[in-house]
């Protein structure tokens, strides 16, 4: 604390990330990133990029909004590039949520999202899911000046169908909903192909997870040009190049590469059901996933209990010391070797 702190600095509690170890050797199964390296395509694009190096940027990542649009059959205008999908999320809270009526989001969902509300002074109201750690749409039928899901959700890997987005989307159109669809790929359905249907409807992806690319920051939201606008100006007024031209190289070079992604994406959709049986019959109950984790409760041992005793073995998984969520284990889909061997660790420990 110091005299020189801001107000806003007093009141602020941030995200805390999983651990990134510099250690060798170990198993990071914590942050959801891909056990996957990005397509060699990647390296390419980014080392004959370095020919660039001395200048600035594109301010709008024209590029790479076009690549985007092409892929999800929207125009370049809607879309909006950032530093990650938290950078393009945190812009969202300044730019479309902040308003007299509180936003709503689950309570069990991304922590990032209070944070966010306590950074740019938004309101916010928790709402339950339910006994089985799903969102039900009916429970958002209350005053609220915006609705935020991530979809699939996380730490829970739950999927809502397009048809339950819509149903959301469409009952609520003085509401803005933001969908962050930061693991979609992986099995859930995306609300992109709604967009151009419904003017209150924000979609969030990222580059991290799928594409394996959570060193490089790069996420983007796809809305109709309003909502897009009030991105750009947000983003115009805090960072003019968010995006460096390496990061533009690589996002577009990834993008391109469907081979890679799909025949990455199905290896580890393919371990995922290996892991949600093999930690069945260890006894553990598994949270229907359609996400790279499961989220998932053993039947006699405590999550902190595993976490700690696996961290000692040289694996890592997350935690949360959290009111409904605190038995449980969130553990990221590694390559089959890495769930082979967290299985077998996992074995001696109940
Ligand atoms: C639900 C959700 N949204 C967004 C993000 C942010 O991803 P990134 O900033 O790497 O794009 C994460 C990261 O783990 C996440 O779990």
């Given at each position: 604390m110091s005299r020189f702190w801001s107000s806003v600095v007093h009141n602020l509690s941030p995200y805390v990330p999983g651990e990134q170890p510099k250690l060798d050797g170990i198993i990071k199964l914590n942050t959801n990133e891909n056990p996957y390296p990005p397509s060699p395509r990647v390296l390419a694009a980014i080392v004959s990029a370095t020919d660039h190096l001395r200048l600035y940027p594109d301010p709008h990542a024209s590029l790479l909004c076009e690549t985007i649009a092409a892929r999800y059959?929207?125009?370049?205008?809607?879309?909006?590039?950032?530093?990650?999908?938290?950078?393009?999320?945190?812009?969202?809270?300044?730019?479309?949520?902040?308003?007299?009526?509180?936003?709503?989001?689950?309570?069990?969902?991304?922590?990032?999202?209070?944070?966010?509300?306590?950074?740019?002074?938004?309101?916010?109201?928790?709402?339950?899911?339910?006994?089985?750690?799903?969102?039900?749409?009916?429970?958002?039928?209350?005053?609220?000046?915006?609705?935020?899901?991530?979809?699939?959700?996380?730490?829970?890997?739950?999927?809502?169908?397009?048809?339950?987005?819509?149903?959301?989307?469409?009952?609520?159109?003085?509401?803005?909903?933001?969908?962050?669809?930061?693991?979609?790929?992986?099995?859930?359905?995306?609300?992109?192909?709604?967009?151009?249907?419904?003017?209150?409807?924000?979609?969030?992806?990222?580059?991290?997870?799928?594409?394996?690319?959570?060193?490089?920051?790069?996420?983007?939201?796809?809305?109709?040009?309003?909502?897009?606008?009030?991105?750009?100006?947000?983003?115009?007024?805090?960072?003019?190049?968010?995006?460096?031209c390496l990061a533009i190289a690589g996002a577009v070079a990834a993008l391109k590469d469907d081979a890679w992604f799909e025949d990455t994406r199905e290896r580890i959709i393919a371990s995922r059901e290996s892991?949600?049986?093999?930690?069945?019959?260890?006894?553990?109950?598994?949270?229907?996933?359609?996400?790279?984790?499961?989220?998932?409760?053993?039947?006699?041992?405590?999550?902190?209990?595993?976490?700690?005793?696996?961290r000692e073995r040289g694996v890592l998984v997350r935690h949360f010391q959290k009111p409904r969520i605190k038995d449980f284990l969130r553990i990221t889909i590694g390559t089959e070797d890495q769930c082979k061997r967290l299985i077998a660790l996992t074995r001696g420990l109940i």
């Open positions: 059959g929207v125009a370049p205008e809607e879309v909006f590039v950032g530093n990650g999908s938290d950078e393009v999320l945190a812009h969202t809270f300044q730019a479309l949520l902040k308003h007299d009526e509180p936003l709503l989001f689950p309570d069990i969902t991304y922590s990032f999202y209070p944070v966010y509300c306590r950074l740019y002074g938004v309101r916010y109201e928790e709402v339950p899911v339910d006994a089985a750690m799903r969102v039900q749409i009916a429970d958002y039928r209350r005053t609220s000046s915006a609705i935020l899901l991530a979809n699939p959700n996380a730490p829970t890997g739950i999927g809502l169908a397009r048809e339950a987005i819509e149903a959301l989307v469409a009952e609520h159109p003085d509401q803005l909903v933001v969908i962050d669809e930061a693991y979609v790929d992986f099995g859930a359905e995306s609300a992109v192909p709604l967009v151009a249907r419904y003017d209150n409807l924000l979609i969030v992806q990222t580059l991290s997870k799928s594409r394996a690319l959570a060193g490089l920051r790069v996420g983007f939201a796809i809305g109709q040009r309003p909502l897009i606008e009030a991105l750009e100006r947000v983003k115009g007024s805090f960072n003019s190049y968010p995006l460096d892991l949600v049986h093999a930690l069945s019959e260890l006894g553990f109950a598994v949270l229907p996933s359609v996400a790279n984790f499961v989220f998932a409760r053993h039947r006699d041992r405590g999550g902190a209990f595993l976490a700690a005793k696996l």
